[in-house]
């Protein structure tokens, strides 16, 4: 037993191969419906339906076999409504005496009135729940409408002649404006062809696909194809109609909800422009071709669960949709960019004299005009743009704001009439203009309530249904005018966009100073740098697109073999609290709930670097327990890292809140250094704007080596693309690797150092941190000597645009060994530790032609690279 040939109603079953394809909706309708329970919607659609001819259908199709009645109430999916009371409903209709048994003929018809008048008086005066009391006076108006018009009360919903008056000169119109525009006559065509194209598929196409212009269903369907110009009566069908209508707003079944999901992705600052180019892309791009290309490749229509019939079925529609895509391809691509390259290059001919036999000779095959393919690629484009924008206007503001948009949560806990007056919402409804230019879209609580009511109606149900809200208290939610419905809409694609990277930026100096120790000489250095502090347990506020993006994959690389590629800071950060956890045995445990910080700088253009990056670890109370400095050299990107706990770190006797931590060196960082050193680490945690993180490298007992970064918060705000531009303009990481090669060349050429050449290429050759390295790669010594003679001509290049920072340091006086910035409590700069000639040792300083650096500099590298081939 299928059970998609089966369809509850009220706890009823019923067997829909009994209607076949004689249903007014199609085949697809009933397929629809097959193995879902449609208690709460199936009234709204069929309120207006003769009384009679459903009962009729009913009670043919009711299933009285009691196993398969069990069967399909087991298996079928239930609507995501609570269950409504309406006295229209299958129930009312099967179980009691209905409101109007069947149209009343024309000689009795003033009978059946009074009666059925006098029944709804006495429901009135009691209704038992909104839905019931919402039908009811609407049922009531129609049926006034139709004793009016001597008509039927199905009649009395659809089009009235003055509407029908309307469509008329719409589509003459339109008919029009397209030989305009396909003749490529004058450029008004290409605004008039978009623009009266949407009015015919409001007015025209989206009454006819709810079966609200005629009584008749093959006028229905012919109306239907009014919206050719951009979409196909099946694929309006599955998106609109089924999709949309019946569970707006409900994720998993409404196709039109998802196009605020993808704004989550977005940062905030660039929400506007993405939401131009989503509303101009819309149609052309997604509902005319990529959600068709779908629909045939996985027979469901994107986000929802509106599936197609089996191909036996649908092949005659899947037929006529691609031959209509076809036709339409012809008419609006093919057809206007032929006539408009073959009219650029007849126009060219003749400015040309060409003699008029070979003018009648141009076309689209043998023109080749730049400007006329360009012409031609505007003409298409323009309206499917503007027709686009114009469709994303009208319709996006009808559901997708602020007010509508929480009301999601309502799924459920309300009935299907609350539930689409919760999330949907008008604009402009008592301007007639915004009706007569929108198809009456603006009125859109009405449409969803009642969608087989023609739109010409919806304004006299306007104050009905406001009235039952008023009663019921159920919020009825319109705006003034389009603009403040389209800036609504905007407001809630700001808010679901990501929040702009708010990241704290420390700026100051970076200082190295090297003291004499045997024959090694003396250097120091001193220039500006910034560096991020970045909450990794908080996601948006990462900077994670160009110019400036912070790469987890960048660090904790030892760990990456265990813990996977990071593909995002929160997986990072676990990462670090997953290994604090192992290496101090169940510590983090006991403070769960806190967050991780690290201050590093993120990728500039593509590029960054980071010899030393620092994490913070912070408890549930925002304590400081845990600090990590994870050290890479440069360029092999081995790593390790000293992690330490707060309470633990040595005391300084003068600040208490600089914290001190000792280790052993675990892995060659510079090739001017040994590996039997001990770090001293001095750190001041970033709590009132200053931050100070300095190392100082002692060998056998003797201080021989300083580095540090002092600085002050520059900034703690969310930054803007503008913002992050200026930023990645001082390109940090790509200054700091030319420094680093720079002064490397100034050590080279000022003398001997501990490590010599073979244990230089030792250290080129295969690194050294055996535990907690990660081999990217080996280097051989082949590779070691290009690398070398690399090395040389970029220094060359480099020292003759710079002198380097040694020598003007020359002038340089430190004082008591400290070249560090100090800070007063004020936040601002005490102490420099040297004279103001080494802050300007930039500027006339980097024209400079050293032809000594560069002679010493080539001759002391290929000395060394002859001496590690010699050993090697």
């Known amino acids: 037993m299928a059970v998609q040939n089966y369809t509850v109603l009220d706890g009823e079953v019923y067997d829909l191969r009994v209607m076949?394809?004689?249903?007014?909706?199609?085949?697809?309708?009933?397929?629809?419906?097959?193995?879902?329970?449609?208690?709460?919607?199936?009234?709204?659609?069929?309120?207006?339906?003769?009384?009679?001819?459903?009962?009729?259908?009913?009670?043919?199709?009711r299933v009285e076999d009691e196993g398969v009645r069990a069967a399909v109430l087991a298996c079928v999916t239930q609507e995501p409504y609570k269950p409504g009371s309406s006295s229209l409903s299958a129930a009312a209709l099967l179980n009691s005496k209905p409101w109007c048994e069947g149209e009343p003929s024309t000689q009795d018809r003033s009978s059946k009135l009074m009666e059925s008048s006098a029944r709804l008086k006495k429901l009135k005066e009691s209704p038992k729940s909104f839905d019931e009391d919402l039908t009811l006076r609407v049922w009531a108006y129609f049926k006034r409408e139709a004793a009016a018009n001597g008509i039927s009360i199905g009649a009395s919903t659809k089009a009235t002649c003055r509407r029908w008056v309307w469509m008329t000169a719409l589509l003459a119109a339109f008919v029009v404006s397209y030989e305009g525009w396909v003749t490529a006559k004058h450029w008004v065509a290409c605004v008039s062809i978009p623009v009266l194209g949407q009015l015919v598929a409001f007015s025209v196409m989206h009454d006819a696909s709810h079966n609200a212009i005629s009584t008749s269903r093959w006028v229905n369907v012919l109306g239907s194809y009014g919206g050719s110009t951009w979409t196909s009566p099946h694929e309006w069908l599955m998106q609109h109609v089924l999709a949309h209508h019946l569970q707006p707003n409900v994720y998993g079944e409404d196709p039109d909800v998802v196009h605020v999901d993808r704004y989550r992705s977005v940062r905030r600052a660039a929400v506007p422009l993405y939401a131009i180019m989503v509303w101009l892309v819309a149609l052309p791009l997604g509902l005319t071709t990529l959600a068709p290309l779908r629909?045939?490749?996985?027979?469901?229509?994107?986000?929802?669960?509106?599936?197609?019939?089996?191909?036996?079925?649908?092949?005659?529609?899947?037929?006529?949709?691609?031959?209509?895509?076809?036709l339409y391809v012809l008419a609006f691509i093919i057809a206007p960019a032929a006539?408009?390259?073959?009219?650029?290059?007849?126009?060219?001919?003749?400015?040309l004299d060409v003699e008029s036999n070979e003018m009648k000779t141009m076309s689209i095959w043998t023109c080749t005009s730049v400007s006329a393919w360009y012409k031609a690629f505007i003409w298409i484009t323009a309206p499917q743009f503007l027709g686009s924008a114009i469709f994303m206007a009208v319709t996006q503001i009808a559901h997708l704001i602020e007010a509508t948009y929480e009301d999601i949560a309502t799924v459920g806990v309300s009935s299907w009439h609350e539930h689409q007056i919760r999330t949907t919402c008008n604009y402009a409804g008592d301007s007639w203009v915004h009706g007569?230019?929108?198809?009456?879209?603006?009125?859109?609580?009405?449409?969803?309530?009642?969608p087989t009511v023609n739109h010409c109606h919806l304004s006299r149900l306007r104050p009905i249904v406001k009235a039952v809200c008023r009663d019921w208290c159920v919020p009825y939610r319109e705006v003034h005018s389009?603009?403040?419905?389209?800036?609504?809409?905007?407001?809630?694609?700001?808010?679901?966009?990501?929040?702009?990277?708010?990241?704290?930026?420390?700026?100051?100096?970076?200082?190295?100073?090297?003291?004499?120790?045997?024959?090694?000489?003396?250097?120091?250095?001193?220039?500006?740098?910034?560096?991020?502090?970045?909450?990794?347990?908080?996601?948006?506020?990462?900077?994670?697109?160009?110019?400036?993006?912070?790469?987890?994959?960048?660090?904790?690389?030892?760990?990456?073999?265990?813990?996977?590629?990071?593909?995002?800071?929160?997986?990072?950060?676990?990462?670090?609290?997953?290994?604090?956890?192992?290496?101090?045995?169940?510590?983090?445990g006991d403070v769960e709930g806190?967050?991780?910080?690290?201050?590093?700088?993120?990728?500039?253009?593509?590029?960054?670097?980071?010899?030393?990056?620092?994490?913070?670890?912070?408890?549930?109370?925002?304590?400081?327990?845990?600090?990590?400095?994870?050290?890479?050299?440069?360029?092999?990107?081995?790593?390790?890292?000293?992690?330490?706990?707060?309470?633990?770190?040595?005391?300084?006797?003068?600040?208490?809140?600089?914290?001190?931590?000792?280790?052993?060196?675990?892995?060659?960082?510079?090739?001017?250094?040994?590996?039997?050193?001990?770090?001293?680490?001095?750190?001041?945690?970033?709590?009132?704007?200053?931050?100070?993180?300095?190392?100082?490298?002692?060998r056998n007992g003797v201080r021989y080596f300083e580095a540090g970064f002092c600085a002050l918060r520059e900034s703690q705000r969310e930054l803007t693309f503008p913002e992050r531009l200026r930023?990645?303009?001082?390109?940090?990481?790509?200054?700091?690797?030319?420094?680093?090669?720079?002064?490397?060349?100034?050590?080279?050429?000022?003398?001997?150092?501990?490590?010599?050449?073979?244990?230089?290429?030792?250290?080129?050759?295969?690194?050294?941190?055996?535990?907690?390295?990660?081999?990217?790669?080996?280097?051989?010594?082949?590779?070691?000597?290009?690398?070398?003679?690399?090395?040389?001509?970029?220094?060359?290049?480099?020292?003759?645009?710079?002198?380097?920072?040694?020598?003007?340091a020359g002038h340089c006086a430190p004082r008591k060994g400290a070249l560090r910035l100090a800070f007063d409590h004020a936040g601002g700069p005490r102490d420099l530790g040297c004279k103001p000639l080494v802050l300007a040792k930039t500027g006339v300083w980097r024209a400079v032609f050293d032809v000594e650096i560069i002679l010493r500099t080539s001759a002391l590298t290929f000395s060394r690279i002859g001496d590690v081939l010699s050993q090697s």
């Open 20 to 61: 076949g394809s004689r249903h007014p909706g199609g085949d697809m309708a009933l397929h629809h419906a097959g193995g879902r329970d449609l208690s709460s919607s199936w009234a709204a659609v069929h309120l207006f339906g003769s009384r009679s001819r459903l009962l009729g259908w009913l009670k043919a199709m």
């Open 295 to 326: 629909v045939f490749r996985d027979g469901c229509y994107p986000a929802s669960t509106t599936t197609e019939p089996e191909w036996t079925t649908v092949f005659a529609k899947r037929t006529r949709h691609l031959l209509g895509r076809v």
């Open 339 to 351: 006539n408009v390259i073959s009219f650029k290059c007849a126009s060219s001919a003749a400015d």
């Open 436 to 450: 007569l230019l929108t198809g009456g879209l603006n009125l859109q609580i009405e449409h969803h309530l009642f």
């Open 482 to 588: 389009m603009a403040d419905g389209i800036a609504e809409h905007l407001m809630l694609l700001h808010k679901l966009g990501r929040r702009n990277p708010a990241a704290s930026i420390f700026s100051g100096k970076v200082w190295h100073r090297r003291r004499r120790v045997a024959d090694e000489p003396e250097h120091v250095i001193m220039h500006r740098h910034h560096m991020w502090l970045l909450d990794l347990d908080d996601d948006e506020s990462i900077p994670d697109a160009f110019p400036l993006r912070f790469d987890p994959r960048d660090h904790m690389r030892l760990f990456q073999e265990k813990f996977g590629s990071f593909a995002s800071s929160t997986a990072l950060a676990n990462a670090v609290k997953a290994v604090l956890n192992g290496r101090f045995h169940g510590s983090w």
């Open 594 to 698: 806190g967050h991780i910080e690290i201050l590093t700088m993120p990728r500039y253009f593509g590029f960054t670097f980071n010899p030393v990056s620092v994490y913070f670890a912070y408890n549930a109370r925002s304590e400081l327990v845990f600090v990590i400095f994870e050290v890479s050299n440069t360029p092999w990107h081995d790593e390790v890292l000293y992690a330490h706990r707060v309470d633990e770190a040595a005391s300084t006797g003068s600040d208490p809140e600089v914290l001190v931590f000792r280790d052993i060196k675990r892995m060659h960082v510079s090739p001017f250094q040994p590996m039997n050193q001990t770090y001293e680490w001095r750190v001041t945690p970033p709590k009132h704007g200053v931050l100070e993180v300095a190392v100082t490298v002692s």
């Open 727 to 808: 930023l990645a303009m001082r390109i940090a990481p790509q200054r700091a690797v030319v420094g680093i090669h720079m002064h490397a060349a100034r050590l080279l050429a000022k003398g001997k150092f501990s490590c010599s050449s073979s244990h230089l290429a030792l250290w080129l050759c295969r690194g050294r941190a055996p535990v907690y390295r990660v081999t990217l790669f080996r280097v051989s010594l082949f590779r070691a000597v290009v690398r070398s003679f690399n090395q040389l001509l970029f220094f060359s290049g480099v020292v003759t645009m710079r002198r380097t920072a040694g020598m003007v």
